[in-house]
């Protein structure tokens, strides 16, 4: 099949649609050209070669080159220009493009096809012999340095000696005569490293370039990138090679990088920025911090005043006709070449939450797009971010800033300083939280910038490498924070005259670009305005109910804020834990009879009840699913000498009888053992307790106008006869309360169960005539499923992912095919033997957008997550149906 796809005035053979073949960046090259914007022909080498090149252990696909030729003949004809020529020499730049875009993960050549022959006719042809070898000097630079790992220091080093030679100290100031002899100098550290001479034939100069971007996809850096973004099941890249254009010949010339709306916060304002007399890659690495495009009119040239007025009238004009025709923010690269402006590149922009939230709405209220378009377009993960905490404005007004850089990534970052990437790895590993600090970030930071809680950088600008992939993230980054002097090795830095370590905390304000010595007390957000908007839609077009994980009022609250309609699990163990519940919970569990542990049980009554009169208030109207106690007694108990011996010391019993008694509840696989409902079948007092809470926390809310909905859920059961037994427990507790109390109202209290058992899934038709709703706790299900220890799974699963033995952690998304089959099953079997059941997810995935798909799909009538993903629920709710 064909390998190689032309672009250009002759023809254009690849078009918008073709993503997962040419790359993102050569399906819109393609297009760009073909809707008659200013595109450098070129053509594009498919992902299929390069996965070819992959599965071959490196060896170029057959054939490959005999089209890279044709199509060279064909590049050639077009631009008037001949590979190698002495008179006007054609030159082509050789660049990655997956079908998702990875920013700077992958490899790029420029200035291919220049030798000690063409670059005397760049100079002729240009009349600019010092750019010819400037240019010349930079391939020598990259291609030793990408094709054949040449360390970059040895080029560095023989610039050095001639900036020396001729004393200046900018790469700029040195004469012609110095680069023309710099060439010469580098072409010698080309021959000592690589045992070759420079390749002087630009075909070979194509072909090794186009296999080192083949190899860039399989390097560590983009290995990395790939696993954190959670990127699967692609090809490999596409090699993109296009006819060269110069932002670097002279004043009249630049580049550029620009999004069509503000990535940040989403304002429709065209946001970019450019170097004068620069070539691409000066802008996205960071190197000279570029100035922003709204000052572009202000640029004027000696031989063209207007120059700056005239670029930018076209940008804008570009900008309409891209959105109008992406319906969506682009991202783009452009080059001036002496007054004349090419388009580079275009993609869908990256953007924080706040920004896609603030985007969708406006392209609706514009009618780019309609209300279904914009809710598919919001990651739902990003919603999160509008829900994170930012600095207290009163706080601010009080400190004043070290420095304010650039806003490059919003958000509310403290932490002490880091100044490497595998510091920041270990260091957050250990447990600190730590602000990466960087003169500017390459690449390689990624991990080191992923484990960061926000990233600072001294240089770059808002589209520098650092900024870019923050915001893809969400995470807090003030980029270019330039009074900022770094001091690596010394692990300090220096602003304002003032000295802080890696010791210090700093906070930085991604939203403002503020930095700040200390940690900056924060304040929650408000919600309101896209936000609500895109809720609103969300609410109308999805079918699952959305509850919440909460055990306390505090939280019952906030979820409800967030849009929950009800509690779908109430962990009653957590609130053993506080003050002196966990006292009486001791005295309970380390009771050797039935007595004592009453005894205990009556003290812990009250402060259940409280608990959840506290949540039914919260919830008023709403239904709460309370689940009785879970985990195995032990966890309760301290397991210190010195712990035991308060324990004993508190309950007035001697330690050894504490020792004892823990002692005797060890187990081997304590998460397969005594926990769950299994404690309630050997202590139904315990049960019996629990119910007789809600039932009274119930009346009484219901005494007071509160319109309690409790319902009874009861964990780990695999076999009916264990539901059958605790149902019945449970039902006659309920009417043993309401005798008591002399209640003649309706509770209408619900019992049901989790499935967290493979055995209750494939049972489910039984398991569910005694159920009035399942809930699936997929936690569990998918640690029994997988036979993985969900609390030790940390220790191989990151090899797991790492060799693709799992494509994702099964524990963050539901494994739908393995995991999701006993899901899909338990829901068919419970609905045929009792068509009134409600079925729900409460486990870690109710909360993950894939898995909320997956809900949506099998029919679940409703997911619960914690509060903070209530909003991302709702919204990956309506994705699923529509
Ligand atoms: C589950 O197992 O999915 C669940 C929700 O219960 P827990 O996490 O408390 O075991
Ligand atoms: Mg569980």
Known sequence: SKMVYYFGKTRTDGDTSMKELLGGKGANLADMTSIGLPVPAGFTITTDCCDQYSKAKGKMPKGLMDEVGKVVKTLEKETGKKFGDDKD?????????????????????????????????????TGNERFAYDAYRRLINMYGDVVMEVGHEYFEEAFDKIKKKYGVSLDTDVPTQGLVELVDAYKKVYKKHTKQDFPQDPMHQLELAIEAVFKSWDSDKAISYRRIEGITGLKGTAVNVQSMVFGNMGDDSGTGVAFTRNPSTGENKFYGEFLVN??????????RTPQPVKDMPKWKAPNDKTIGKKVHAELMAIKEKLEKHYKDVQDIEFTIEQGKLYMLQTRNGKRTGPAAVRIACEMVKEKLIDEKTALKRIPAGDLTQLLLPSFDPAGKKKASPLCVGLPASPGAAFGKLAFTAEEAVERSHAGEQVLLVRKETSPEDVDGMHSAAGILTSTGGMTSHAAVVARGWGKCCVAGAGAIEIDEKGRKIKVGGKTYSHKDVLSIDGSTGEVYAGQMPTVEPKLGGDFATVMKWADKHRRLGIRTNADSPADSKRAREFGAEGIGLCRTEHMFFEGDRILAMREMILADNLEDREKALK???????????????????????????????????PHDKKGQADVARSLAIKPAEVERRVAQLHEANPMLGH???????TYPEILTMQVTAITEAAINCKKKKVDARAEVMIPLVGTVQELAILRALAAETIENVLAAKKYSGKLDILIGTMIEIPRAALTADEVATEADFFSFGTNDLTQMTFGYSRDDVNTFLPDYIGQEVLEKDPFQSLDTSGVGQLVAMAVEKGRQTNGK???????????????????????LDYVSCSPFRVPIARLAAAQAAL
């Open 837 to 859: 059941i409600k079925l729900g997810i409460c486990g870690e995935h109710g909360g993950d957008p894939a898995s909320i798909n997956f809900c949506h799909k099998v029919g």
């Open 278 to 287: 620069a070539q691409g890659e000066d802008v996205v690495a960071g190197i």
């Open 603 to 637: 003290k812990l009554l009250p402060y259940q009840r409280k608990d959840f009169e506290g949540i039914f208030k919260a919830m008023n109207g709403l239904p709460v699913t309370v689940r009785l106690l879970d985990p195995p007694l032990h966890e309760f108990l």
């Open 89 to 125: 020499p054609l030159l082509v730049s050789v660049r990655s493009g997956a079908a998702v875009s990875m920013p700077g993960m992958m490899n790029t050549i420029l200035n291919l096809g220049l030798n000690d022959v063409s670059v005397v006719g760049l100079a002729n042809k």
């Open 675 to 681: 926990r769950g409902c299994r404690l309630s079948i």
